[in-house]
């Protein structure tokens, strides 16, 4: 299990990622699923197929990001303009490009919808609260709209096997860090939500 540094380091690692301009250093935004990778494989094995998905997306982006047109990649917004205005982005179905930074990024960015609303019902839940049912809500309600059945399927096997509500609260002691880092993840979300929504990019195959 995951120490509470580990989400201490989830936390400042995305607080690091909001620039004074609230755009979101690529860098950073990756280094934060780093960590939440690294804690997602101290859960188990169970959950080595959802963090293989994770780190290969995480890949791609750094790919970009060490290559020559890294400049481009240093925020979100600087990706978004950069991609679109050099038509580096299938738009509506798979083509020449399956792996944009964009459609790429737009992967995490869904599954860290999943993280906000699961962390939110962790906060606010009572004891007889079950971490696998928050787990499946809030898939329920954000990423599994994104995902086909058989996904589904075996990311809800893997909830089964989350930790219970009081292992994450004694173990962690999230309940201080949860108020913190909550608002944060809210507001890296909401900026590159409407950065998306924007450009039309919100259903990029
Ligand atoms: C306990 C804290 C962990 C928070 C991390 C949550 C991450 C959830 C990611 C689920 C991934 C399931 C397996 C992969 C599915 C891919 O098909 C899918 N990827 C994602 C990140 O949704 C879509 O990517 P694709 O196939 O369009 O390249």
Known sequence: MADT??????LETFRSSLSEKKEVYIKYYIAGWQELVAFMNSLGNVFSFISKDVVSKIQILENFLSGE???HYVTIQSMVKYELENELVDLTKRGSH???GCRTLLRLHRALRWLELF???LRTS???SKTSVMCSDAYNESLAQHHPWLIRKAV????CAIPGRD???DVMHVVALLGESLPLIAEV???TEDLYAKNNLLELP
């Open 5 to 10: 540094f580990s989400l201490q380091r989830v």
């Open 156 to 159: 809800g096997v893997a909830f």
């Open 189 to 191: 979300y909401q900026i």
């Open 167 to 169: 292992t994450f609260f």
């Open 119 to 121: 962390l939110e019902r």
């Open 69 to 71: 047109n890294g400049s």
């Open 126 to 128: 009572t004891e007889d």
């Open 98 to 100: 399956p792996e944009s």
